[in-house]
């Protein structure tokens, strides 16, 4: 078993940055994969982030991409998503995921392929 919690979320105002991280514990070394998802009121989860487990590749929703940055710390078994110039379309539940399945090589974008999930950061942008 795998135990995620996640933290940083906060309110913040649009153009502002936040970090947020997801800390991993229990039956670490069977994880494959890591990624962020979030979801905003009245609409289904989506994909934000991921990290391959091998090769340290990254990956990213076209919404976020080159305002967000994931990354993640292989001693500390912890993911960073590092977000800039937030806009209130930013807005939602973070939630960190981890998997035990499918390629540790290459990135999965679906929630059901991840098994592991934490309890979600509340992430409110204001304009």
């Known amino acids: 078993q795998v135990q995620l919690v996640e933290s940083g979320g906060q309110l913040v105002q649009a153009g502002g940055s936040l970090r947020l991280s997801c800390a991993a514990s229990?039956?670490?070394?069977?994880?494959?994969?890591m990624g962020w998802f979030r979801q905003a009121p009245g609409k289904a989860r989506e994909f934000v982030a991921t990290?391959?487990?091998?090769?340290?590749?990254?990956y990213y929703a076209d919404s976020v991409k080159g305002r967000f940055t994931i990354s993640r710390d292989n001693a500390k078994n912890t993911m960073i998503l590092q977000m800039n110039s937030l806009k209130p379309e930013d807005t939602a539940v973070y939630y960190c995921a981890a998997r035990d399945s499918g390629s540790p090589w290459r990135p999965h974008f679906v929630p059901q392929d991840y098994a592991y999930w934490g309890q979600g950061t509340q992430v409110t942008v204001s304009s």
């Open positions: 990290v391959t487990w091998s090769g340290d590749n990254t």
């Open positions: 229990g039956h670490t070394s069977s994880i494959y994969g």
